[in-house]
Nanobody
Framework: QVQLVESGGGLVQAGDSLTLSCAVS????????IAWFRQAPGKDREFVAA????????YYGDHVKGRFTISRDNAKNTVYLEMNSLKPEDTAVYYC??????????????WGQGTQVTVSS
């Protein structure tokens, strides 16, 4: 079993930056690709970014390319999502997920509880 705990969410203004963290425990961290998804009220959960097992590859959703950066520290079993130039439309609950496959689909095996990010205009 793998446990994921997100942190770092909050209320910010448009144009601000915020960094989310995802602490992973339970199994060998480097065996898993890690992704961030988000879900706004009334909308489907959508892909934000993913990082491969050793951080050698990353993948971003079109709506965050150039603004968000995903990284992982395998020594700390933690993945980060640095979010810059935040927009009100980035407001959502952000989830991290772990899985054996590096993908932008919802096919991850383990999920965290989420952290709220609210961007005011």
């Amino acid at each position: 079993q793998v446990q994921l705990v997100e942190s770092g969410g909050g209320l910010v203004q448009a144009g601000d930056s915020l960094t989310l963290s995802c602490a992973v425990s339970g199994r060998t961290f480097s065996n898993y690709a890690i992704a961030w998804f988000r879900q706004a009220p009334g909308k489907d959960r959508e892909f934000v970014a993913a990082v491969a097992w050793r951080g050698e590859n990353t993948y971003y959703g079109d709506h965050v390319k150039g603004r968000f950066t995903i990284s992982r520290d395998n020594a700390k079993n933690t993945v980060y999502l640095e979010m810059n130039s935040l927009k009100p439309e980035d407001t959502a609950v952000y989830y991290c997920a772990a899985g054996a496959i590096f993908t932008n689909r919802l096919e991850y095996d383990y999920w965290g509880q989420g952290t709220q990010v609210t961007v005011s205009s």
